[in-house]
């Protein structure tokens, strides 16, 4: 029977969602600790790299003088290889010639980075330790067996100047001698007491563990600094988000145009939220309920800066001061999320959703997303902490992908999309045809189009279909959606 010949009634479209394998990467921005081991199974706030340091200066160490050598000679004279870590007073090179044996030691302690042929330089990387450490009290004037009343004489630094360690702090004059106060830590001087002498230092404390946001299992670890994991389930993209990274289970509320308000009584805390017009109040009591992200279709952009508390730069976004990080499926101005888009994301409530509301526009689209993690299908006899009991997926079934979330899969006939940009931005529909030629678009470039049949907008009369021609690049497939009709 044709879709003319169905009744009303029975026309609805039936809506699928197929999870299938998800492989992405977690990744330190330096060499550091893994915590985990390939083949081990992670949940989203398992641990999976630590950082015990993070790089400081680039140091320089003369070598070829040293070893009376020419500057060309210095790669060979190295014993040290770049990378490791050496301590002050450690041999980095050694030469020998007529008997004469020379050997050069660091100044400094960190991690050998290169050598200049040029220069006749071994370079070093100082490594500065991350901070757990409380407060450091700094008595001045008892440090020093000085006068209170000559405090302010003594300190070299002001409340709330940033202190290397080893910084000079203070100093007192004693005739021709000079004492000392170096600073213990990197760290904010606060709390300046002449009235105690003292002063102290809050120690920087650097992030230094990375965990895995979406559970899986441990396929690769590399380099002591990036983890391949892969995981099972579906993947959705978001069109402007703003904040880091949570995950949380899924709870959904009215998809409505109106402002969202939270229930009174609603248990929200550690959730992620979808629902369908959001304003500055709703993003406020979301926070105020603990609430872990907000999916939402439509927001003023107004309201999102107001919450942000700055103008938002939607050319990159990700790293704004906020309670919870914040996706729009649609765009900006009034409007609720695309029904087909809701009833898709309702049908996963309760499951974990790890979302990520970084947004690029420039070199390089990145675009928010939503990771809704589900159990693989097997024989549930391989329980792991981080998925449902399932089979696992097997390592040559997955080719992860570094810095992607999930394989992409190419345009073709029949697959469902949404509109990126231009008039019909927002709305989806199903690909018709790719055809193969280039053609000439609005803006004037010559570009691959796709004919797009679109959904009806809401309200519209079922068989109400319209069809746009769209550049290629300006689609998004709509995540592990099939439609059939």
Not at 70 to 88: N, R, S
Not at 204 to 226: F, K, L, W, Y
Not at 458 to 478: C, W
Request: net charge neutral; aromatic share 4%; glycine share 10%.
């Amino acid at each position: 029977m044709s879709s003319e010949m169905t009744p009303p009634s029975q026309r609805r479209e039936r809506l699928s969602v197929t999870p299938g394998p998800i492989s992405f990467t977690r990744r330190l921005s330096v060499d550091g600790d893994p915590l985990v081991a390939p083949g081990q199974w992670v949940s989203a706030d398992t641990p999976l790299l630590a950082m015990h340091t993070f790089p400081g200066r680039v140091l320089r160490n003369q070598v070829s003088g040293e070893l009376r050598i020419g500057p060309t000679d210095t790669e060979d004279a190295l014993i040290a290889t770049p990378g490791q870590m050496v301590k002050t007073g450690d041999i980095v090179a050694r030469s020998s010639m007529f008997w004469q044996h020379r050997i050069a030691r660091t100044r400094y302690e960190g991690s050998v980075a290169g050598v200049s042929p040029s220069l006749g330089v071994i370079y070093m990387r100082e490594h500065i330790p991350t901070q757990i450490a409380e407060t450091v009290r700094v008595s001045i004037t008892e440090d020093l067996k000085g006068d209170k009343n000559l405090f302010s004489s003594y300190v070299k630094v002001k409340d709330g100047q940033k202190v290397e360690k080893g910084q000079l702090i203070a100093s007192r004059q004693d005739g021709h001698t000079y004492h000392n106060i170096f600073s213990p830590v990197f760290g904010t001087v606060a709390n300046v007491a002449p009235l105690l002498g003292a002063l102290s230092i809050i120690p920087d404390r650097v992030s230094s563990v990375v965990i895995a946001h979406v559970p899986g299992r441990v396929v690769t670890i590399r380099a002591n600094r990036e983890v391949d994991l892969v995981g099972h389930g579906v993947v959705f993209e978001g069109l402007i988000g703003i904040g880091g990274e949570a995950f949380g289970q899924l709870a959904v509320e009215p998809n409505s145009a109106e402002p969202w308000r939270p229930q009174t009584g609603a248990d929200l805390r550690g959730r992620v939220v979808l629902t369908g017009h959001i304003d500055e109040t709703s993003l406020r009591q979301a926070a105020d309920l603990g609430v872990a992200a907000v999916i939402a279709g439509r927001a003023d952009e107004s309201a999102l800066c107001r919450f942000a508390g700055k103008e938002l730069g939607v050319i990159a976004t990700g790293d704004e001061d906020i309670p919870l990080v914040t996706i729009l499926t649609e765009g900006f101005g009034p409007g609720a999320v695309n029904p087909r888009t809701f009833e898709l994301l309702s049908s996963l409530q309760g499951h974990l959703a790890s979302v990520t509301g970084t947004t690029h526009i420039r070199a390089g689209v990145i675009r928010p997303r939503i990771i809704v993690s589900l159990p693989p299908a097997g024989d549930g006899s391989t329980p792991s902490p981080g998925l449902p009991p399932g089979q696992p997926c097997a390592d040559e079934a997955v080719p992860t992908r570094v810095g992607l979330l999930e394989t992409p899969t190419e345009l073709a006939a029949g697959l469902r999309v949404r509109i990126l940009r231009g008039p019909a931005a927002g709305r989806s529909g199903t690909i018709l045809d790719l055809p193969v030629a280039a053609r000439l678009i609005a803006t004037g470039a010559s570009v691959l189009v796709a004919l797009v049949e679109l959904d009806p907008p809401p309200g519209a009369p079922p068989g109400d279909h319209s069809r746009v021609t769209v550049a290629q690049a300006n689609l998004k497939l709509e995540g592990g959606v099939t439609a059939d009709a």
